[in-house]
């Protein structure tokens, strides 16, 4: 089945981890504006809260739903693809090398396939980026693991892989390996009920 007409989270709620994200990037003061990779772009709500911020926003997603749902808010500068983030050759096709400030993934290696296929996938993603730029991620997606069925065009979740699950060790020793430099932050969000999230920058020395 083409991928082109499937949905996901084009209609959801915003995480509060992204929402937490994105709130620290459109808050972060910029000398020049960044190039942003967003790795599951869901509902959008990164690319139009940051829609004047930023040099180049790519958004990639599995699901064509979230796709058109980017692709029609017309934003210049973004550009949307249909790509899944463990196809290591697809990616290295499709981004340039030394060109990306910021990448968000909430959920880093909360779908990967095999540990292989996530640690080439973090290579990408270091080599992506340019000097001094960043990978943004939640503590609470690194808690998090599932797994996606498609039923009749919807992904569906179900059981995660606990090898999935991402303890803070594990990424200091993915850093340390990588030659980035780790902070932790925490972010705030909502109004009424207030609700904290741990975030992870990982910087390319």
């Known amino acids: 089945m083409s991928l082109k007409n499937t949905s996901y989270w084009e209609n959801k709620d915003v995480t509060s981890e992204e929402k937490a994200i994105f709130k620290y990037l459109k808050k972060k003061k910029f000398l020049k504006k960044p190039n942003v990779l967003h790795v599951g772009i869901g509902n959008s709500h990164g690319l139009i809260n940051l829609k004047n911020k930023f040099n180049s926003f790519i958004g990639l997603t599995i699901a064509g739903l979230e796709k058109n749902k980017a692709d029609k808010l017309n934003i210049d500068s973004n550009n949307n693809y249909l790509i899944d983030k463990h196809d290591a050759d697809a990616m290295a096709s499709l981004i340039r090398s030394d060109s990306i400030d910021y ?57 995660g892989n606990n090898s999935n ?41």
């Open 165 to 205: 699950l991402l303890s803070k060790d594990e990424l200091y020793t993915i850093a340390y390996n990588n030659n980035l430099k780790v902070e932790t932050f925490t972010f705030s969000i909502g109004l009424i009920k207030r609700k904290k999230e741990i975030l992870y920058k990982l910087t390319k020395s």
């Open 103 to 159: 990448i968000i993934d909430i959920n880093l290696k909360s779908f990967s396939p095999s540990n292989d296929l996530f640690e080439l996938m973090i290579k990408n993603y270091v080599n992506f980026l340019k000097r001094g730029g960043s990978i943004l991620t939640s503590d609470s997606g690194m808690k998090w693991t599932t797994s996606l069925s498609l039923k009749e065009g919807v992904f569906e979740q179900g059981q």
